[in-house]
């Protein structure tokens, strides 16, 4: 069975930092670009960052870019998120997407003073 | 960076069939198709199908996709209530090396 749980989520304020991982189990992990896709409450979908099989290759939307490190060991079947200078439009819930197949539960991420 | 285009609602009967839509450009939806996916409520996203019409295993028939150009289409015959929900579709877009999504629609089975 494919799992993807993410953790790391919580409560920051505006600046700062949190850093989210994704455990992965059931597929073969090194296999597949990873993505992390964020939904803002009662918005859409919004596609973050992604990063190839083997990390040579990172994408962020624009918003993003300069404050977010997306990254990977597939050592340990994990994918990470490093989210700093967070604003309140960060806000969200942040799922770990395997391709676009497979899909975490989501950790919530809520900034505010 | 733009998004693809839905509408925000379709509403359609038991047991009908309906068609959403997703509009794009060449550097997306036009160069290799669209993905759907389907939300529930409090629920993740599930895939329905990717590169226009290719479903994972487990995805019902009912389901299908199709493109036309720069629009993605998916339609969904014999609509159930399990049916009812919010339908995205993504695509890769080239120009801006990023996955871009559209705003969704949501389907209510009347």
């Known amino acids: 069975e494919v799992q993807l749980v993410e953790s790391g989520g919580g409560l920051v304020q505006p600046g700062g930092s949190l850093r989210l991982s994704c455990a992965a189990s059931?597929?073969?992990?090194?296999?597949?670009?990873m993505n992390w896709v964020r939904q803002a409450p009662g918005k859409g979908l919004e596609w973050v960052a992604n990063?190839?099989?083997?990390?040579?290759?990172?994408y962020y939307v624009d918003s993003v870019k300069g404050r977010f490190t997306i990254s990977r060991d597939n050592a340990k079947n994990s994918l990470y998120l490093q989210m700093n200078s967070l604003r309140a439009e960060d806000m969200a819930v942040y799922y770990c997407v395997g391709h676009l197949d497979y899909w975490g539960q989501g950790t919530l991420v809520t900034v505010s003073s | 960076q733009a998004g693809l285009t839905q509408p925000p609602s379709v509403s359609k009967g038991l047991r009908q069939t309906a068609t959403l839509t997703c509009t794009g450009n060449?550097?997306?939806?036009?160069?290799?198709?669209a993905a759907w996916l389907q939300q529930h409520q409090g629920h993740p996203p599930k895939l329905l199908s990717y590169r226009n019409n290719n479903r994972p295993s487990g995805i019902s028939e009912r389901f299908s996709a199709s493109r036309s150009g720069n629009t993605a289409s998916l339609t969904i015959t014999g609509l159930q209530p399990e049916d009812e929900a919010d339908y995205y579709c993504s695509a890769w877009d080239r120009s801006l090396s990023a996955w871009v999504f559209g705003g969704g629609t949501k389907l209510t089975v009347l």
């Open positions: 060449s550097n997306n939806v036009g160069n290799q198709g």
């Open positions: 990063i190839k099989q083997d990390g040579s290759e990172k």
């Open positions: 059931g597929f073969t992990f090194s296999n597949y670009w």
